[in-house]
């Protein structure tokens, strides 16, 4: 069964760095055989959590998300770091569908990743994220990807300018769909 990975950006700005990662991971998750699917989380209308919205009903974005999770095996999300953490939009969403039963991330893999013009790159707001994450139980994968001084690390053709970096991108989507065939298997 091909490895199914739904993948996001923390990044709602069009010119974003983690949008043009994400893109290039893709495409590198597709070239070691997986098969994926870009959302942008700018199409869905997702309110902030409250409760009372749950209670009357969850929110219509909330119920699309949460069918789109369940329908891959694994999620690579690709964010900036917001104040040595992650930004509100990816908790707002983590929150949404932690709420449902069964658990749509239970069990899912899980791949991150985080580009900044930092020279930390983005990396303590990875950890962060960790945390949620594997609290609803998916399975991080334990490396991740962060990339720094985002702002000039990228080609003209969307690729990194860095052949050691390109390498080590590829080599953890590599791993990385392995680890969710094997599962899968
Ligand atoms: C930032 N930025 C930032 N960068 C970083 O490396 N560490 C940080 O803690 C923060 N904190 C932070 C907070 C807020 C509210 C903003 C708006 C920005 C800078 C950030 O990395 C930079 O704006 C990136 O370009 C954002 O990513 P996108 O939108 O280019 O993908």
Sequence with gaps: ?????????????AASVNRKLLK???????????????????????????????????PEASDKLRELVEAHDAVLIVTPEYNFSFPAVVKNVLDWLSRYRPQP???KHGLLMSAS??????NRGLW???????????HVHP???????????????????????????????????SRVDKANA
Excluded: H, W
């Excluded at 013009?117 to 983005?122: A, D, E, R, S, T």
């Excluded at 720094?148 to 769909?177: H, M, P």
């Design 105 to 107: 991330f239970g069990g």
């Design 24 to 58: 290039l991971a893709a495409s590198e998750l597709r070239e070691a055989g997986a098969e994926v699917t870009i959302i942008d989380l700018n199409d869905y209308e997702l309110p902030f959590y409250n409760q009372e919205l749950q209670d009357g009903g969850f």
């Design 143 to 177: 490396n991740m990807f962060s990339l720094a001084q985002a702002n000039k690390a990228f080609a003209d053709d969307g690729t990194l300018a860095e052949d050691a970096l390109s390498a080590r991108l590829k080599s953890l989507a590599g791993d990385f769909v």
């Design 1 to 13: 069964m091909v490895a199914k990975i739904l993948a996001f950006s923390g990044s709602l700005r």
């Design 128 to 138: 962060a994220l960790r945390v949620p994450l594997e609290c609803m139980g998916v």
């Design 117 to 122: 013009p930092g020279f930390v790159g983005g």
